[in-house]
């Protein structure tokens, strides 16, 4: 598909307010867009500069934008890219928002718990209807925090016509409302679980079912305990690609450690 920092890139964009234009590429989006996102371009164009000519994200347009935040929405945010020359079509899934946006966030933070707790919620809805309404032959999904709970519901609910998922320190799905199948679906090679070491976000929920992730480095030193979980954070090698964490933080030794009890034997919920 594409390489670990095009990937990276994606999901940085998906968390800008973009001014769209439909079939405009991404280098054209982030210029038109960089009065209303202070601060969140720079990062995402040193990574471009990063790539090679014949990069496959070159090749990726902007079909549909969709923007239900506050005061009139329930928080989903999500985008669709085709690839000019194969159609593929790559769906991105926002997370939450950042803190600062007060009004945004807390209407993701009640999502948030609304799905963990219940397995469903409204933005869970609204990704599931954007997902159907702009779907092509050969879909990618594609999402961070919240966004990758999205992304991996929309995974679960519609398969057969998704090529691959790819969430990096994602929200677990909550495993009571869902399928042996669909448990099954989340260990597959359909979906690349990516974890930063000593995120907590995708550790919480405890996955007993969910053991096939992948462990990445990530440059925090002097930070806080939710560094881990920013983009910004993670180790890119000079091929552009993620650096393989063989021994996680603590909390993710912990993750696997409980990963690999059965909770279902004794009906315990974490």
Same mark, same amino acid.
């Given at each position: ?16 307010? +973009? ?45 549909? *934008? ?12 999500? *985008? ?43 933005? +869970? ?77 995708? !550790?919480?929920?405890?996955?007993? !079912? ?36 063989? !021994?996680?933080?603590?909390?993710? +030794? ?17």
């Amino acid at each position: 598909m594409y390489k670990d920092i095009e990937i990276l890139i994606l999901m940085q964009l998906s968390y800008l307010d +973009i001014d769209f234009i439909e079939g405009s590429d991404i280098g054209t989006t982030l210029f038109r867009s960089s009065i209303n996102n202070q601060g969140k371009i720079q990062p995402i164009i040193d990574y471009i500069n990063r790539l090679e000519d014949n990069a496959s994200l070159f090749d990726l347009t902007i079909k549909k *934008y969709l923007n239900e935040n506050p005061p009139h929405g329930n928080g989903f945010v999500g *985008y669709v890219l085709e690839n000019k020359k194969n159609k593929d079509i790559i769906f991105l899934f926002r997370g939450s928002e950042n803190i600062g946006q007060l009004d945004h966030s807390q209407i993701d933070m009640v999502d948030n718990v609304v799905s963990a707790v219940t397995g469903d919620s409204n933005q +869970i809805e609204s990704a599931k209807q954007f997902f159907l309404e702009n779907m092509g032959q050969t879909n990618y999904l594609l999402g961070h925090s919240k966004g990758g709970n999205l992304a991996a519901e929309v995974f679960i609910s519609y398969d057969n016509q998704i090529k691959k998922v790819i969430t990096i320190n994602g929200q677990p799905v909550n495993r009571t409302n869902i399928t042996s199948y669909q448990k099954a679906l989340l260990n597959s090679n359909q979906h690349e679980c990516i974890v930063a070491s000593g995120d907590i976000v995708s !550790w919480l929920g405890v996955k007993s !079912w969910q053991q096939k992730k992948r462990f990445v480095k990530v440059d925090t030193e002097g930070a806080s305990m939710f560094s881990p979980h920013d983009l910004l954070n993670i180790v890119i090698d000079q091929d552009g690609d993620f650096v393989d964490e063989k !021994w996680p933080y603590i909390a993710n +030794i912990i993750d696997l450690i409980l990963n690999e009890v059965s909770f279902d034997r004794f009906q315990l919920e974490l």
